[in-house]
């Protein structure tokens, strides 16, 4: 009996803890959206008790009180623009000229029959009241252009989500985030793809298979100067289909342009699975709440090997420690860690490369002047003790000492030996 009497107590002084840290935090989330002017505070920390716990109170707090700026409110920006309201941003300024139509309906985030033909931002904001009343949410149906620069990105967002789809609208938003030093995150196609596992969060110099992140990495660099620097949400799969032919209203196939409302947007269909752009959507919320909140995710470098180059870089390794050292026993990774140590180490680029500025189509170079070596030559080539570099570089590298590097190269060792804390990390070495 006396043990019962000390279990339910337990119990009991559990769940009264429970509930005293829960009115807690959720008193701390009210009182972040009261200092808010600019939103409302009824409901608001019930709503985001699972992101409190997730981001914790003070990363959540940022969140709340951040600005982000979606343009394009399609298949990708709809979506994108729903997971940024309901992970509890507090200000959205949502932008886009055109209507809601059937043909949006296979991958618009909240768009029903009674929407079509309302303007998407209008109906964008009225599911969001339903939602998220908190947020503070203002739309613009408009077209983005030189004439309304000012207009949509004044005011400091945190962030700019460009999903236009279409390339001179596009290259002058990237082109004015640039010159404004502002945060933005842009879509690619994700028309004419099935494969949701081939996505990335990438630079722009990095992105590939993509039609119109080429158009607009070209057009970047000729007209504005830019050579990257700006994330991009892409596919590495190839597009499935093509645009399909336009018909007008005899049935017989005309020329698109002589039916463009706005010159310059494509008025032919590019079939859209659904999903795709949902899945878009989805990531560019994920990688501009985590930016917000300031929770540090490394994304998936893009590096094009396939298992036939890490098992090559695998047994280069052992042969050039059977002629240094005498013997291959001191290497200590197989090919899946070879595999770790080049694509999400190194991304494929040598150690001695500084920055990321000779990605893009240099980084698809064969693997033929690379190779691995140890990075401190009196321990074993163990997973963070091994770095890849050029033939070359391997050669003036083993010739040289740690203590060398340290005193000669300060930046670099600094930064090879951060990196491979990260493997020691990783692996709980």
Not at 100 to 126: F, Q, W, Y
Not at 209 to 230: F, Q, T
Not at 299 to 309: A, L
Request: charged share 25%.
């Amino acid at each position: 009996m006396e043990d019962r009497i000390k279990c339910v107590a337990l119990i009991g002084a559990g769940a009264l803890l429970g509930s005293v840290t829960t009115i807690t935090l959720l008193r701390l989330l009210h009182r972040s959206f009261a200092n808010q002017s600019s939103i409302g505070t009824s409901n608001s920390g019930g709503y985001f008790l699972t992101l409190l716990f997730f981001f914790g109170i003070e990363s959540q707090q940022k969140v709340s009180a951040s600005y982000v700026v979606v343009i394009g409110l399609g298949g990708v920006g709809s979506h994108a623009a729903s997971m940024l309201l309901r992970s509890g941003v507090g200000k959205l300024l949502l932008v886009d000229f055109d209507q809601v139509s059937l043909s949006s309906l296979n991958r618009h985030a909240v768009a029903t029959r009674e929407d079509v033909g309302i303007p998407k931002a209008i109906c964008l904001k009225k599911h969001f009241s339903s939602i998220f009343p908190e947020c503070h949410v203002d739309v613009k149906v408009m077209l983005y252009d030189a004439s309304s620069e000012e207009e949509i990105l004044s005011g400091h967002p945190d962030f700019v989500l460009d999903c236009i789809d279409n390339i001179d609208t596009k290259v002058a938003l990237l082109a004015a985030c640039v010159r404004r030093g502002l945060k933005v995150l842009s879509a690619t196609g994700a028309g004419a793809r099935a494969d949701p596992t081939r996505i990335r969060v990438a630079d722009l110099r990095e992105s590939t298979n993509d039609p119109l992140s080429r158009a607009v990495r070209h057009r970047l660099r000729k007209d504005y100067g830019i050579e990257g620097g700006i994330p991009v949400i892409f596919s590495l799969e190839k597009p499935k289909v093509k645009l399909l032919p336009f018909k007008g209203p005899s049935g017989e196939e005309e020329n698109p342009s002589d039916y463009q409302i706005v010159p310059g947007f494509r008025v032919r269909i590019i079939p859209v699975l659904g999903t795709i752009p949902a899945i878009f959507g989805q990531v560019m919320a994920s990688y501009v709440v985590t930016q917000l909140a300031g929770l540090e995710v490394q994304t998936e470098p893009v590096v094009n090997f396939d298992m036939d180059h890490y098992h090559v870089l695998h047994q280069r390794l052992i042969e050039h420690e059977e002629l240094l050292y005498g013997t291959p026993m001191q290497v200590q990774v197989d090919v899946e860690e070879v595999m770790y140590i080049v694509k999400e180490l190194w991304h494929g680029r040598s150690a001695r490369d500084e920055s990321t500025k000779d990605v893009g189509r240099v980084m698809w170079r064969s693997i033929n002047d690379l190779m691995l070596v140890r990075w401190d030559q009196t321990k074993p080539a163990s997973v963070s003790n091994i770095i890849l570099l050029r033939f070359k570089e391997a050669d003036e590298h083993e010739m040289s000492t740690l203590e060398d590097i340290k005193n000669k190269e300060p930046e670099f060792f600094s930064r090879v030996t951060s990196v491979l804390r990260r493997a020691e990390v990783d692996f709980s070495l």
